[in-house]
């Protein structure tokens, strides 16, 4: 749907994502911030894949080696980014509450 260019999406941060970029080393730390406050918020659908099993209704973003894992609430116009963390672990740890 073309109108989806025209919104733009706020990014909010759980706390646990937050610390989860403590483990990322800083010149990615620093890419994955910058793209999740430009790039991801202008068409989170298309540019993030949807997840399946206990994810549902979650999509996930790469950016490298690491993975983003975020909900979109579509009504608010807004982002929440919930984990990041390497491919092999991300999937492997709780969702935050």
């Known amino acids: 749907m073309k109108w989806r260019k025209f919104l733009a999406y706020q990014v909010k941060w759980h706390e646990k994502a937050i610390e989860d970029l ?3 080393d800083k010149k990615s ?4 911030i910058e793209r999740l406050r430009t790039y991801l918020p202008q068409d989170p659908i298309s540019l993030g894949r949807p997840l399946k099993g206990i994810f549902k ?3 996930r973003y790469r950016f490298g080696d690491y993975r983003v894992i975020y909900s979109i609430d579509r009504e608010e116009n807004f982002i929440f ?3 990041i963390g390497k491919r092999k672990e991300v999937y492997n740890r709780d969702l935050p509450g």
Do not use: T
Not at 29 to 32: E, I, N, S, T
């Open 81 to 83: 980014i919930l984990k």
């Open 22 to 24: 403590k483990d990322v």
């Open 57 to 59: 209704g979650l999509y």
């Open 29 to 32: 730390a620093k890419g994955l």
